[in-house]
């Protein structure tokens, strides 16, 4: 089988190129060719000598993922279902503003984490993503854009990785993907415009930290271990202390002066007055260490089989209101695109799930969710 380009890095393809036996800065010149200019046909690219373009096709080809489904939102946004294989499907959604065009990318087929509100963790989990299966989201996706909307210029300003899956548990593939995303020879992105969204895999972050510091968002959820525990398992691995202390730290490196905090807002079980004043109190305590954020209210998106409800608009904005008097800058996630089930967490992509995660959560779920053991006035 010969090699899909899109699972190096720069540093990667150099190293390919160089067991070609063709100097490492053709490199440069192939990559760019790749994501810059979106191509695949290597007799395209006509400043690459014909021998290795000879070789090239035979050791190498650029592949993206096939398309199951595509579809547009009357709000703009595009949903596209890839096929990677052996009865796995990911999801990737494009999200046009004003300012800027975010891409949504998928790291895994289903997700090993299982959070209750998450349609992706209801699915289970197959497999982690390869680098290229990773990268092929955004290099289809900013050619399909260019073409379709008769732009030459760059379309796609911003990756969140929030898709279907847990990045930090595939991080050996995440991290060249990254590196492709920030290079200038590749897609030129900011580190303040990649993020990567976590449950919390708090050695990864670390490592995260060293490697790639890229925006960072954490999916906080609850204001304490023991409702966090029941909506987030991860939780139980990493508590939230340590968690809230990972986040103070990975600062000293990331690109933003801030950790953007998660919070899906569901009825009766996280959004009351009581859970904002007890987040408020959290927080404060490692503020006193060092730690700046911003909350990002997110509205749950509701699915069948999940069994909890979207909190009201009003519950919504009261629980704004008590984080912002206490100073934190919050925000409420719009909507997007849920008329074509493009919204967050409702990304389920069609897994196969390997590992019996679906039929834990469904043992999980006829569990009643605990509520915070004080009373909530
Ligand atoms: N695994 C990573 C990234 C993917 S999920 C993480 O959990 O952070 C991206 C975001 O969507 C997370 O904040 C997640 O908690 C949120 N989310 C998941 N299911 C949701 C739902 N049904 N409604 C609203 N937000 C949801
Ligand atoms: Fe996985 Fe994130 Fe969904 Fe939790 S919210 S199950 S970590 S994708």
Same mark, same amino acid.
């Given at each position: 089988m010969t090699a899909n380009l899109l699972e190096f890095d720069l540093e990667g393809l150099a190293v390919f190129c160089e067991s070609l036996g063709?100097?490492? $800065?053709r490199a440069t010149q192939l990559f760019r060719w790749i994501?810059? +200019?979106?191509?695949?046909? $290597?007799?395209? /690219?006509?400043? *690459?000598?014909k021998v290795m373009r000879e070789k090239l096709k035979v050791h190498a080809h650029v592949a993206a993922l096939p398309i199951l489904s595509q579809q547009f939102s009357k709000d703009g946004t595009i949903k596209w279902l890839f096929d990677v294989g052996a009865g796995d499907a990911v999801e990737t959604v494009f999200i046009p503003e004003d300012d800027r065009g975010t891409l949504c990318v998928?790291?895994? #087929?289903?997700?090993?984490?299982?959070? +209750? $509100?998450?349609s992706t963790g209801h699915q289970g989990f197959s497999r982690n993503l390869t680098t290229a299966e990773i990268l092929a989201q955004l290099w289809f996706a900013e050619h399909f854009l260019r073409q379709h909307l008769g732009q030459?210029? +760059?379309?796609?300003s911003n990756v969140v990785m /929030? @898709? /279907? @899956?847990?990045p930090l548990q595939n991080y050996s593939a995440l991290i060249p993907a990254l590196k492709a995303m920030l290079d200038d020879h590749g897609y030129g992105l900011s580190r303040r415009r990649v993020t990567v969204s976590t449950s919390g895999v708090v050695p990864m972050m670390t490592r995260l930290s060293q490697d790639c510091p890229v925006a960072l968002a954490v999916s906080?959820?609850?204001?304490n271990n023991a409702l966090r525990d029941n909506l987030v398992p991860l939780n139980r691995k990493y508590p939230l202390d340590e968690l809230l202390e990972e986040c103070t730290l990975y600062l000293n490196k990331a690109p933003r002066d801030f950790i953007t905090f998660e919070y899906c807002m569901l009825k009766g079980v996280n959004d009351q007055r009581a859970h904002a004043q007890e987040l408020v109190t959290l927080i404060r305590k490692h503020a006193g260490h060092g730690l700046r954020c911003k909350f990002n209210l997110i509205p749950f998106n509701p $699915?069948?089989?999940?069994g909890l409800l979207r909190s009201d608009d009003a519950t919504v904005e009261e629980f704004a209101s008590v984080l912002i008097q206490a100073g934190f800058v919050t925000t409420i996630r719009k909507t997007r695109g849920d008329d074509i089930d493009a #919204?967050? @967490?409702? *990304?389920? @992509?069609?897994? /196969?799930? +390997?590992?019996g995660v679906a039929n834990r959560i469904a043992q999980q779920r006829a569990v009643p969710i605990q509520w915070t053991d004080r009373k909530i006035s």
């Open positions: 063709e100097k490492r $800065f994501h810059q +200019r979106g191509m695949s046909n $290597f007799d395209d /690219m006509s400043d *690459l000598a998928s790291s895994q #087929a289903g997700c090993a984490v299982g959070c +209750r $509100f998450c030459s210029e +760059r379309v796609i /929030m @898709g /279907m @899956g847990e906080l959820h609850a204001p $699915f069948k089989e999940s #919204a967050c @967490g409702q *990304l389920a @992509g069609d897994v /196969m799930d +390997r590992t």
